[in-house]
């Protein structure tokens, strides 16, 4: 009730419900049994934990954490929400480590990074 008073009903409401749900994996854990990983049901929240792990990669990029993070996001193809998973292979893949071997894990997503220019066909 003050959190309604201070924003509003509708403000409160949506902040409530928020904090309610924020509940989605930590990175580090997923990274460390990328096979385990679950994505959650809703498209946004998906987005927002397949984001998560790549910028925890990103942030400390190597080439063991690099294919442990191409193994997370290629969950989602083998969830069947290789959709959810293809911005995420795409940043991944422009962030490869040099001499890096591009995992099989990837093929589910080779259409979308010729398409994207990230791939050469061959």
Same mark, same amino acid.
């Given at each position: ?47 927002? /934990? &397949?984001?998560?792990?790549?910028? !925890?990669?990103?942030?400390? %990029? =190597?080439? +063991?954490?690099?294919? $442990? ?31 890096? /071997? &591009?995992?099989?894990?990837?093929? !589910?997503?080779?259409?979308? %990074? =010729?398409? +994207?220019?990230?791939? $050469?066909?061959?």
């Amino acid at each position: 009730r003050v959190v309604a008073g201070v924003v509003g009903e509708a403000a409160a409401l949506q902040l409530l419900t928020f904090l309610e749900e924020l509940d989605l994996p930590d990175p580090e854990q997923v990274l460390a049994d990328p096979e385990a990983f679950v994505l959650p049901d809703r498209g946004d929240r998906a987005y927002a /934990a &397949l984001a998560a792990v790549v910028a !925890a990669v990103l942030s400390d %990029l =190597t080439p +063991a954490r690099w294919q $442990a993070g191409v193994r997370v996001v290629a969950q989602a193809a083998v969830q069947g929400k290789a959709d959810v998973g293809a911005v995420a292979m795409q940043a991944l893949v422009q962030h490869r480590p040099e001499a890096t /071997a &591009l995992p099989k894990e990837i093929r !589910a997503f080779v259409p979308v %990074l =010729t398409r +994207a220019g990230l791939l $050469a066909v061959s």
